[in-house]
Every structure is written in structure tokens, then in C-alpha cells.
């Protein structure tokens, strides 16, 4: 049993399991010494004894803790709990008294012995009292064993690796001793891979290098051949990938402290000079393989400073910024006890101790590091500003602004000091100074060279120039950023560049200039998905050439499948809006749901196609709006358990979320009232019940108080016309910035049969929408189909220059909109202009949806036939027939009336 217990230990050793190992440990000493008490002259016994109190050796002192059995202690009462100290110095007496009860003299005890007092001396290095006592106990202890059977060559061995501690210092007997072990066994990797080491330690490099080549020829599985090949490859001139490659094979056959940390060290020597690998993917996975070393080896030596330091830095680069604090502190306390020679050392350290806090959060720790550093440096100057903007007392009170000018005197190139002040720019911008951070922005788009100025400078200055409607600043900052060609940035900056451009254009009103920007990038970098991605939302968001959408967001998804979530729902959100294909739509939205269910957007989107797909069948839209809902308010209810940088980021995080819950609950709303429309009171109970609920939310409020009253206005608008008017027309008042809310009003007069206020509805919806800075495509279309309507119903002739004043400011804004073509010819029609009415149902009539091509061809036919074009009247018509179109009928009684 005991034995049982000593393989277990040696096997969590081995693999690592340190806790294991000393539970181990303690378990075998306790069934050793009970067996002791039974028969004490058994040699076996003490030997086991020994091996136990041996076995630990490679272990930290701090983290040996063993009971000792009552049965072991002596006369002068030992210690309850022994340190590793204490474990090794009973291995000994008990190596000790199996030499004793031996009956003849055995040379393996005295080799343990010698072992064991070898472990003693590494243990003790930092005790000059006793090493050279310890080291005499473990020369002799040895010699013996070699003096007993001297054909033995682990014993010589040994006995060459004693020679080798500095307490010892004693080459020539070391180097007799590992070739007498080789003379004796030549298939001796141990021993070969110590004399290249000895070797090595004495500046021979062919030497060293041949005697290791032999250890990795006997055994390529012994991990000091190629630790030592490593070396050697290290000490060499230009060999560094050599050693790097070395080091690696070492760690991968078996770990050791030295391969971990040689290996690491080389890694990170890369990662800190910017050097790139073959892949990501190789990146990524040297970085994980470098983390579980220095895990292994920080356990292992929890005092080694540049380990701990590593260690914390390549947990940094992981992104798993608590432990890489925790790292970071440690390196920290043991810096304290024993300061590093190199001062700059310490600066380190300390400076990624207050960015990983910076990272957490803890803002004000870091600034107190960052301001107790002897010596700032340029990048610890920069990220103390950093600390400070997500600081919102040190925003407001100027404490960023200091720091970022405490970086530009540090700044020794002309690139560093535009940077600096881009980012100053941002802090001022932040703390709501917009003219000091106009005037950093200049500063850095002036610096000379002109090459090396920011790229993100003259991108910010560009924004903030659109932003507040500066003419003369926009032109300029666009004529400095078409300076700058984006084949020499990365993806996301040239993303966007291409956005400011284009908008840039489309608030000149020059919207064919802004898609001719897109197209150029496009042509010129084909393969970058995240430029089709972001044309795609650029033309949603801008209503340009909506249809286009969705083939610039499959483009993305094929060349980046990594991009599904994102590219799925602007196509879905592309085919909606252009209302060509809504259950293609439904399906690019399950996708970006499948490919991602806890964003919430995906969730809202999905709601909206359902109820795009499922208009009439209200009773299964709704669920999913309920579903959209409950996803959003996770959301946010989540938001106070997530970590964020700062309380800032969380505002912000806020901010962004609460419009997508404004939507989607009024969405919500919607859907349930249409569910509950055969039942007018449980619906206004409804919408008063949700009122009250979104209280904190006016504008939510007020529209679901409007939905509220449009429901009892389509149920009483018989009975109690006036009434329900009145309270429509207040609700709308409350209402007065959603342009919806004006288009219910214009619908209810409508109803009522009061044009003149239809009229003035319509036109307030679209003053409203032009204030918002959206399209004001859709009531412009309202109120011209309206003026349409009044003007073939003859009711005077004011009507029809309206109509075709609202559908030619509505084709401009949405050029590519087959509704707002079709409506342009059907009042062009009636206006009596029959040419281009023909010429634009033409154009329209491959482009349009059934329903839509029915009505057209309608139009075309008696176009024709005012045209006295009866041949073409005919072919139309017969065409329909076969088709079954439902308007054909029309057709031929158009048709056989003018025969």
C-alpha cells in the first residue's frame, strides 16, 4: 500500500498535480511508519522511508507542508508538520539507519543517500552556512557508493553531476566521472547529455555539441539532449530560430524547467518585437503553449521574477486580464524583496501591472502606479491617459488632457506626436470640449511629414466636420483623407475612410458620387469581406439602392464565414427593407440566430421578418415579438453582472441598448394588439397595462397610448366619430416627433373625409422624418397617392401638381425605389405626359413583383391605346391572358372600347 501511494506521488509530479502529490506523500510516510513499528529491522522499510521524504524534492519550499507520524519523532520532539527542509533531512536518517540494519554494505543506499543529501544542497542554496557541510555529506555518501561496486555508472554519474554544484566546483573530477559512466555504459544518454553540459559550462561548443548529439542519438526521447542542443544553438550567432525550434521540441517531448522557460523566454522575446508566425492559427497556439509552461514552471519557482513576468504577459495577451493581474502582483511583491539589476525591469512590471488594472477598471489604481514610476516611457504615459478617460472624474477635471500632454514631450518622432493628439482629441471630444478637440485634430493633421500623419486624425476630423455640418472643414479633411490610399491600411481603416467618403458625398446630395465610392474600393480590394459588409450597412442605413444589400452581404458571408451572425442580418434587414423577398429574408435572419442566440439585435430582426412573412396570421408573429422582448431585457438586466472597463463603457453600453428595447417593445405591442383585434377592450387594457409599465419611457408611452386610441378608433369610428378624433388628434400632439404618429392622424382624416387636414398631416410626417435624418420617401408617397386619388376623383386641380411634386421629391430620395417609379408614371399618366409614362413602364415592368407588373402593364396598355399604339395595346394583352393576369380583363375591355 504503501509503495501504491509513492507511485501515485511520482505520477502527479510528473504531471503536475503538486497537491496531489503531497497528499500522497503523507498518506505512504503514515503506512511506512505504522509498518516500521511492526518490523524495524527491515532494511526495505527505511529505504521506502527515504524514497518518500525524497520524492518532493522539485517542489517549492512554501508549498511542502507533511505531518509527521508520531512514530518517526524523536526523542528531542519534531515539529507536528514538516517543511521540505525537514522531509528531506528525515529521508536522510532514514537512508541512514537502512544502512545501519543492513547486515552487508549495500552501495544503492549509499547512492540514495548521496541523492538525497544533493537535494538538501540545492534546497539550502541560499544558506553559505550549511552548503558546504551538506555538499562534503553528499561527496562522501557517493564515493562510497563507488567504492562499493564501482562498475556501477549511475553512481559515477551522479557522483559527475555533484561535482558540477558551484559548492563543489571540482570540472576535472566531474568530467572523469561522466567518461568513466560512459566507459561503462557508452548507450548512456544521462551521462552523455551532463558531459555536454559540463562542456557547455566551460565555453567548448563542438565539444558540448557532439557529446549532446550522442545523449539525442541514444535516446530522442531524453528531453536534456535537446535542452542542451538548444543551448548550444543559443550560444551561437544568428541561431535564434534554431533555439527557438530546440526549445520547442524539448517542451513538446517532456516538460522541464529549463525548456520552459527558455522556450518562453524566445516567444515572448518575438511577440515583444512585433515579430509575426506563419498564421494565426500557429500564433495562437504558441501563445497557449508558452501559458501552460509558465503556469507549470510559476508553480513550480513562484519566486523566478522573469517567469512571473512572462507568465502575466502572455495572460495579458489572452485576454484573461484578472489572472494576469494576479500574475502581475506577485511579480510585484517579489520584486520588492529582491529587486531586479536592471531598474528598467521593475518599470515594466509595474507598468503592465497598472494596464491590466487599467483593463479592469480599477482606474484609479492604475493612475497611482502610473504616477509613481520613476521613469515614464511613451506607451506608459499614453495608457495612464487612457486610465484617466475611462476615469470620469479625471475626464471631466482635465487630469487626461495633462497626461496626454506629458506623452507629447515624450514623443520623439513625428508619427508618435500625431497619434498623441488624435487621441487627445477624443478625450476633449469626451469631456464635451469639441474646440479644443477641433484644435488638436488640426495640430495633428499638420504635423510634417505629411506621411506621418494620423490616419485616425484626419478619419476623426472628417466626422467631427460632418457631425457639425462644417462645410469648409469637411472639404478639406476629405481632400487630406483622399490623399491617402487604402491599399496601404488595414481592413477596419479603410472600412472607415470608404463611410466618411461616401457620406460625405451623400450630404452634398450627390448620392450617385457616393455609391461610385463604394464601387471603387470594392474593385480595388475584392477580397476584403469587411468592406462588403460595410457598404451593405452603409446603403441600409442611407436608403441607397436597398436591393443591393443583400448580394453585398452574401459576398461577405462566402468569403467569411466568420462573419454569418453579421452579414445575415443585413441581409436579412436589405430584403426588408426593399420588400423584395421577405421569407429569404426570414431565412438570413435564423442564420445570424443559429449563428448567434444571445445577441439580442438578431432576436429583434427576426420579429420583424415574422411579422413581415406572417402578416396575416397575426396569432404567430406575436409569440416571436414577445421572444424578441424578453431577449433585449436579458440583455440589459445582464448588463450589471458583465465586466466592463469602465462606467463609462457601461453608460454607453446602455445607451446603445435602450433604443433596440424602445423598438422592439412598441413592436411588441403592435403585434399583440393586431392578435387581440377582434376584442377592442382586452386590447385598450393592453395598451394602457404596457403604458404604465414603460412609464420611465415617454415616447414609448405615447406611442403605445396611441395605439391605444387607433384601436378604438377602428372600432368606433360610426358610433363616436367626434369623440375618438379628438383623442387621437391629442395623442398625436404628445407624439408630435414620429412621423407615424402624423401618417395615423392623415389616415383617421382620411376616413373622415377632411382632405385639407389629410394634406397638412402628411406634410408635418414629413417635415417630422426630415428633422430625424431619415428618408422621407414613404409619406411623401402617402400624400402624392392621396393627391392622385382626390385628383381622378375630380375634386379640383390643386391635387394633381401635388402629387407630382411629392413623387418627384420621393424618386429622389429613394431612386431606386420601384414603388416610388411606379407611382411617378401612373401620375404622369393621368398629367397627360403618355411618352415618358411608357418610356419609365417599360423600364419598371422585368423589375417588378407580380401584383406590381399586373398594375403596370395595366397602365401600359392604356398608354398604348391614348397613344393610338394598338398593335402593342394587343400584345400586352393577350401576354396578360396567358399569364391569368387578374387586370387583363381591364385590358381587353380598354381595348374593345377604343375598337
Not at 538525497?116 to 552548503?131: I, P, S
Not at 500564433?283 to 523566478?304: C, E, G, M, V, W
Not at 495572460?315 to 517579489?334: D, H, N
Not at 435572419?589 to 396575416?616: I, M
Amino acid at each position: 500500500l504503501g509503495e501504491a501511494y509513492l507511485k501515485q506521488a511520482r505520477d502527479a509530479l510528473n504531471q503536475n498535480f503538486d497537491p496531489a502529490a503531497i497528499r500522497y506523500t503523507e498518506q505512504a510516510l503514515q503506512v511506512f511508519s505504522r509498518a516500521i513499528q511492526l518490523r524495524p529491522q527491515l532494511v526495505c522499510l527505511w529505504k521506502l522511508v527515504g524514497d518518500v521524504c525524497s520524492v518532493l524534492h522539485s517542489l517549492p519550499m512554501d508549498a511542502v507542508k507533511v505531518a509527521l507520524p508520531a512514530s518517526l519523532k524523536n526523542e528531542q520532539g519534531d515539529a507536528d508538520v514538516m517543511d521540505k527542509t525537514l522531509l528531506l533531512s528525515l529521508g536522510a536518517k532514514a537512508y541512514s539507519q537502512a544502512i545501519r540494519v543492513s547486515q552487508a554494505e549495500n552501495h544503492w543506499l549509499w547512492h540514495d543517500l548521496g541523492i538525497n543529501y544533493y537535494y538538501q544542497l540545492k534546497a539550502q542554496e541560499g544558506n553559505v552556512e550549511r552548503q558546504p557541510e551538506l555538499a562534503q555529506h553528499a561527496l562522501q555518501a557517493l564515493q562510497k557508493a563507488v567504492q562499493l561496486n564501482s562498475e556501477e555508472h549511475s553512481h559515477w554519474t551522479a557522483l559527475g553531476v555533484l561535482c558540477c554544484h558551484p559548492a563543489v566546483e571540482n570540472a576535472a573530477l566531474a568530467q572523469h566521472s561522466f567518461i568513466k559512466s560512459l566507459q561503462l555504459e557508452e548507450d548512456n544518454a544521462v551521462a552523455w547529455a551532463n558531459l555536454g553540459a559540463l562542456y557547455l559550462r566551460h565555453n567548448q561548443i563542438e565539444l558540448a555539441h557532439e557529446a549532446l548529439k550522442k545523449a539525442q542519438a541514444v535516446d530522442p526521447e531524453y528531453v536534456c539532449g535537446w535542452l542542451g542542443q538548444a543551448m548550444v544553438a543559443e550560444s551561437m550567432n544568428d541561431q535564434d530560430e534554431m533555439a527557438i525550434d530546440l526549445y520547442r521540441q524539448s517542451s513538446e517531448i517532456n516538460y522541464h524547467p529549463q525548456a520552459a522557460v527558455g522556450y518562453a523566454h524566445w516567444r515572448c522575446s518575438q511577440l515583444i518585437a512585433g515579430e509575426k508566425t506563419n498564421s494565426r492559427h500557429e500564433s495562437q497556439q504558441n501563445i497557449l503553449a508558452i501559458s501552460d509552461l509558465l503556469d507549470k514552471f510559476t508553480r513550480r519557482h513562484p519566486h523566478h521574477l522573469p517567469a512571473l513576468s512572462m507568465y502575466a504577459m502572455i495572460l495579458e495577451r489572452q485576454g484573461l486580464v484578472a489572472q494576469a493581474e494576479r500574475a502581475y502582483r506577485r511579480a510585484c511583491e517579489v520584486a520588492a524583496v529582491s529587486p531586479p539589476d536592471d531598474a528598467s525591469s521593475l518599470t515594466v512590471i509595474r507598468s503592465g501591472h497598472a494596464r491590466v488594472l487599467r483593463g479592469l477598471g480599477r482606474c484609479k489604481e492604475a493612475l497611482e502606479i502610473y504616477t509613481s514610476l520613476p521613469d515614464l516611457r511613451l506607451e506608459d504615459a499614453c495608457d495612464s491617459a487612457l486610465a484617466a478617460y475611462n476615469d470620469s472624474a479625471s475626464l471631466s477635471s482635465g487630469v487626461c488632457l495633462q497626461h496626454y500632454d506629458n506623452a507629447l514631450k515624450l514623443c520623439k518622432k513625428a508619427q508618435d506626436q500625431s497619434a498623441v493628439l488624435t487621441a487627445a482629441a477624443m478625450s476633449a471630444y469626451a469631456a464635451g470640449q469639441t474646440d479644443q478637440a477641433k484644435t488638436f485634430l488640426m495640430s495633428s493633421s499638420q504635423v510634417q511629414p505629411p506621411e506621418a500623419v494620423c490616419v485616425r486624425g484626419l478619419c476623426a476630423l472628417a466626422a467631427m466636420a460632418l457631425l457639425q455640418g462644417d462645410a469648409t472643414l469637411a472639404v478639406a479633411a476629405q481632400a487630406e483623407l483622399a490623399k491617402v490610399s487604402i491599399h496601404d491600411q488595414d481592413e477596419t481603416m479603410a472600412c472607415t475612410m470608404t463611410w466618411l467618403q461616401a457620406t460625405h458625398f451623400n450630404m452634398l446630395g450627390d448620392k450617385m458620387a457616393a455609391r461610385r465610392q463604394w464601387s471603387k474600393a470594392l474593385r480595388s480590394m475584392p477580397h476584403w469581406s469587411a468592406l462588403w459588409a460595410s457598404s451593405a450597412k452603409w446603403m441600409l442605413q442611407t436608403n441607397v439602392e436597398t436591393k443591393k444589400v443583400s448580394h453585398m452581404s452574401a459576398t461577405a458571408r462566402i468569403q467569411d464565414p466568420a462573419l454569418t451572425q453579421r452579414t445575415s442580418v443585413l441581409e436579412a434587414c436589405g430584403l426588408l427593407a426593399s420588400g423584395s423577398d421577405n421569407k429569404s429574408a426570414l431565412q438570413a435572419v435564423q442564420r445570424a440566430v443559429h449563428a448567434c442566440p444571445t445577441q439580442a439585435h438578431n432576436w429583434v430582426v427576426l420579429a420583424a421578418a415574422l411579422a413581415a412573412v406572417l402578416h396575416k396570421t397575426t396569432r404567430k408573429a406575436w409569440p416571436a415579438a414577445q421572444a424578441a422582448v424578453e431577449k433585449v431585457e436579458f440583455m440589459a438586466s445582464g448588463m450589471r453582472h458583465m465586466s466592463f472597463s469602465s462606467a463609462r463603457s457601461l453608460q454607453v453600453a446602455k445607451q446603445a441598448l435602450l433604443p433596440l428595447h424602445s423598438w422592439t417593445y412598441q413592436h411588441w405591442c403592435w403585434q399583440k394588439v393586431l392578435h387581440l383585434q377582434q376584442n377592442v377592450a382586452a386590447a385598450v387594457a393592453f395598451c394602457q397595462k404596457n403604458a404604465e409599465v414603460m412609464s420611465s419611457q415617454p415616447q414609448v408611452a405615447s406611442s403605445i397610448q396611441l395605439l391605444s386610441v387607433l384601436v378604438q378608433w377602428d372600432a368606433e369610428i360610426k358610433a363616436n366619430e367626434s369623440d375618438v378624433l379628438s383623442t387621437l388628434r391629442l395623442s398625436v400632439c404628445q407624439q408630435s416627433s414620429w412621423q407615424y404618429a402624423w401618417q395615423c392622424l392623415a389616415s383617421a382624416y382620411k376616413d373622415v373625409g377632411c382632405p385639407d387636414c389629410v394634406d397638412l398631416s402628411y406634410r408635418q410626417a414629413v417635415l417630422t422624418t426630415a428633422k430625424t435624418g431619415s428618408s422621407t420617401a414613404v409619406p411623401l408617397l402617402r400624400l402624392a397617392l392621396f393627391a392622385l386619388h382626390q385628383s381622378v376623383a375630380g375634386r379640383g386641380d390643386i391635387w394633381l401638381p401635388l402629387a407630382q411634386e411629392g413623387v418627384t421629391e420621393a424618386v429622389k430620395q429613394s431612386p431606386e425605389s420601384t414603388t416610388a417609379l411606379l407611382l411617378r408614371a401612373v401620375v404622369c399618366f393621368h398629367a397627360g405626359e403618355l411618352k415618358f409614362a411608357r418610356r419609365q413602364l417599360v423600364a419598371l415592368l422585368p423589375r417588378l413583383s407580380s401584383d406590381s407588373s399586373s398594375l403596370a402593364r395595366l397602365y401600359l396598355v392604356r398608354t398604348h391605346l391614348r397613344l393610338k399604339n394598338f398593335e402593342a395595346a394587343k400584345e400586352l394583352v393577350d401576354l396578360a391572358e396567358q399569364n391569368q393576369d387578374p387586370l387583363s380583363r381591364l385590358g381587353y375591355e380598354h381595348l374593345h372600347s377604343l375598337n
